[in-house]
Each structure stands twice: as structure tokens, then as C-alpha cells.
């Protein structure tokens, strides 16, 4: 009887253990498995001054090799941003401009956060922030403070929240107070996910 409960009680106490810390080498190498996603977005914007968030939706597009990440706005109004290696492309209205990331620390620091957690380049991001993961794989939290005050410019943060292998949401914060909430629904393969006959 002694012997039941002895074990009965271990069963509980290891039922009531927490999940096992997050490594930032887990969840990359399972983020790196993605060769290529499609996304739609919604946008909130607050920025001072304003009483309603600055609203904006549309998709996302990423492949890892060779690496691109597109991000195109339907609404409120049509623009697209195309990031090829070092090169973004610029576009709205029919005019396009394209510029070298190394001409845009700010713009080059943001980016490289969405894209180095996009494809699990762990390194890519330890080498441009300080790094904070919490959570589980089923939901997860990281959080990425530039390390170089010169780099970062009005940047104070981003943070990204996931589920397993998906990025769900992108909180982006400036040093002034200002701040963008990104939620992204992942865009499923159809093909992938209609059972065969």
C-alpha cells in the first residue's frame, strides 16, 4: 500500500513539473526547416499625436534560398517592399526606388530581425541584438534589444511571438514611445493540406 502511494505521489509531482525552458537553438533550427511562407497581415500603428491606431493590411511572402521577403499593402492604400539580399525595393504609385541596406542602418536592423527569425539564422541575429526567449514551443516569446545604440537608431525593441514554427505577431517599439503590432495569419498550401483520394 506504502509502495502505491510513494508512486501515486511521484506520478502527480512529475505531472506538475514545469515544460522544459525554450533554447534559442531549438527554435531556430526549427524555424530554419521553412524554405518559404505566405502570410496575410494586419497592421495597428500608434503613433503620438494620434488618437486611433494607423491601420494597414495585406500579404507577406518569404523564401529562404536565394533569400526574399516581400511585403505588399492592399489597404489602405497599395505599396510593396521587396528585400533581395542587400537591395530593398521600394514601390507605391507606380514609382519604385531601390537603396542598399548598408544606406539604412535603422531600416537594416528591423529587417534583419523579421528575417534572421524567419529563417533561424541564430547567428545573423546575435550578431545585431541582445536576445530574450520565453516560453514553450507551442508558444513562444523573443525578444531582440539592438546591441548598437548606432545601429539601432529609434529602435528600442521588437518582439516576436510564435507558435511552434510559425510567426505569429511583431511588435516593433521606438525609443519615442512609438510602436507597430504586427498579427500575421499564415496563408496554408492548399494542395498540402487536401487529403488524397
Known amino acids: 500500500m506504502r509502495t502505491r ?20 537553438g531549438e527554435l531556430m533550427s526549427l524555424l530554419g526547416r521553412q524554405t518559404s511562407g505566405q502570410a496575410r497581415f494586419s497592421e495597428q500603428r500608434f503613433v503620438k499625436g494620434f488618437d486611433e491606431p494607423l491601420l494597414a493590411s495585406g500579404t507577406l511572402a518569404f523564401t529562404a534560398s536565394p533569400p526574399r521577403f516581400e ?13 533581395e ?11 519604385s526606388r531601390t537603396l542598399a541596406l548598408d ?42 534589444t539592438p546591441i548598437a545604440a548606432s545601429a539601432a537608431g529609434q529602435l528600442r525593441f521588437v518582439r516576436i511571438v510564435g507558435l511552434r514554427d510559425e510567426v505569429r505577431s511583431i511588435e516593433t517599439q521606438l525609443l519615442d514611445g512609438d510602436r507597430t503590432v504586427l498579427t ?5 498550401d492548399s494542395a498540402a ?3 488524397s483520394k
Do not use: D, H, K
Request: charged share 20%; net charge positive; proline share 5%.
Open 5 to 24: 502511494r510513494a508512486l501515486l505521489a511521484l506520478l502527480l509531482a512529475g505531472c506538475s513539473l514545469p515544460a522544459l525552458a525554450l533554447e534559442l
Open 71 to 83: 511585403r505588399r499593402t492592399l489597404q489602405p492604400r497599395a505599396e510593396s517592399m521587396v528585400v
Open 85 to 95: 539580399g542587400n537591395t530593398v525595393t521600394l514601390s507605391r504609385g507606380g514609382r
Open 103 to 144: 544606406a539604412a542602418p535603422e531600416a537594416m536592423v528591423a529587417i534583419e530581425a523579421l528575417r534572421g527569425t524567419l529563417t533561424g539564422n541564430a547567428q545573423a541575429l546575435q550578431r545585431t541584438f541582445r536576445t530574450s526567449l520565453q516560453g514553450t514551443l507551442e508558444r513562444w516569446t523573443l525578444e531582440l
Open 184 to 188: 500575421i495569419e499564415p496563408v496554408r
Open 193 to 195: 493540406s487536401t487529403p
